[in-house]
């Protein structure tokens, strides 16, 4: 019913960035907040940045001053801008959206992921 496809991962050196995006598509009557997570090897998924509807953002005390979240509502688009990556950022980023589907109920639906590799 709903689709996050997300693209912008890569390899990179220290102090660089990226720039993640994610679309959603589908059966879709409204999106509320929007997120990106991320998964490091032998770690638990944690919560990186997540932004509602309004515009509100809430950012991980690790990417703090270096990452920002943005959105399109008008695309159904979250993105991640990524600055100043450090070695320890390494992780398979995946997006996440809370959507209420078209006549039907609101559920948390996510992306594929994508690999961020930081080389120092």
């Known amino acids: 019913q709903v689709q996050l496809v997300e693209s912008g991962g890569g390899l990179v050196q220290a102090g660089g960035s990226l720039r993640l995006s994610c679309a959603a598509s589908?059966?879709?009557?409204?999106?509320?907040?929007m997120g990106w997570y991320r998964q490091a090897p032998e770690k638990q998924r944690e919560l990186v940045a997540d932004?509602?509807?309004?515009?509100?953002?809430n950012y991980a005390d690790s990417v703090k001053g270096r990452f920002t979240i943005s959105r399109s509502n008008a695309k159904n688009t979250v993105y991640l801008q990524m600055n100043s990556l450090k070695p320890e950022d390494t992780a398979v980023y995946y997006c996440a959206a809370d959507v209420t589907v078209i006549g039907g109920p609101i559920s948390t639906y996510w992306g594929q992921g994508t690999q961020v590799t930081v080389f120092s």
């Open positions: 932004i509602t509807s309004g515009g509100s953002t």
């Open positions: 589908g059966s879709i009557f409204s999106i509320n907040a």
